[in-house]
């Protein structure tokens, strides 16, 4: 079970508008909740208002697995990498409300070297179909709260012409589609 714990600041100044205290510090956010995760040193590593079931608990992940910025999709996380001269092998884990899907299309890839680098096979869930969750990751014990489940799958690519350092994923080149950039090898 993955457990993560944080400071919760509330000054007790936010006004109207949404303006005021540690709001102001921070950033000019206009939406609530608005989250930031800082460094040791007060350097922003991480920047989300509002909130989407699942987010915390993908980012705790990502934080726990190969470095990588999945800002754009907090709930999907890399939790390994396998490059090798046969294939790239990508570990994914993500966090979805209970009875909802997630869909990962086909024509998925890799960026690297300025390449792009083509989804081969999928383990764990079926391409181009509507995925639900089945494994319990959270129970929500509050009244307007959801349950979160988790799937993990594991998608393989064409291998990298030369290993690089980092690479992006990107499912298509559609809108609205998971992106996760700069994720490590090591």
Known sequence: MLVSTWIQYQDGKITKGYKGGIKSHYYDWNAAPFY?????????LWEMAGYGAG??????????????????????AVRR????????????RIYIR????FNIAHDSYLSANGKKYKLIAADGIKLDENNTPQNKA?????????????CDFTLTFEPF??????????????EDVFVIR???VD
């Not at 990498?81 to 994914?92: E, I, L, M, R, W």
């Not at 959270?138 to 988790?150: C, E, H, L, M």
């Not at 012409?161 to 559609?174: L, R, S």
Request: aromatic share 12%; proline share 5%; with cysteine.
């Open 138 to 150: 959270y129970t929500v014990r509050a009244k307007y709260g959801a349950d979160i489940n988790y």
């Open 55 to 76: 987010c915390f608990l993908g980012i705790a992940e990502a934080l726990n697995g190969p470095k990588q910025d999945n800002y754009s999709c907090p709930q999907l």
């Open 36 to 44: 930031v995760l800082l460094s040791p040193d007060g350097r922003i």
């Open 161 to 174: 012409d030369t290993i690089p350092t980092t690479f992006d994923f990107k499912e298509g080149d559609g």
């Open 98 to 101: 209970q009875g909802l899907w």
């Open 81 to 92: 990498v396998n490059a090798n001269t046969d294939d790239t092998k990508v570990s994914f």
């Open 182 to 184: 700069n994720i490590s």
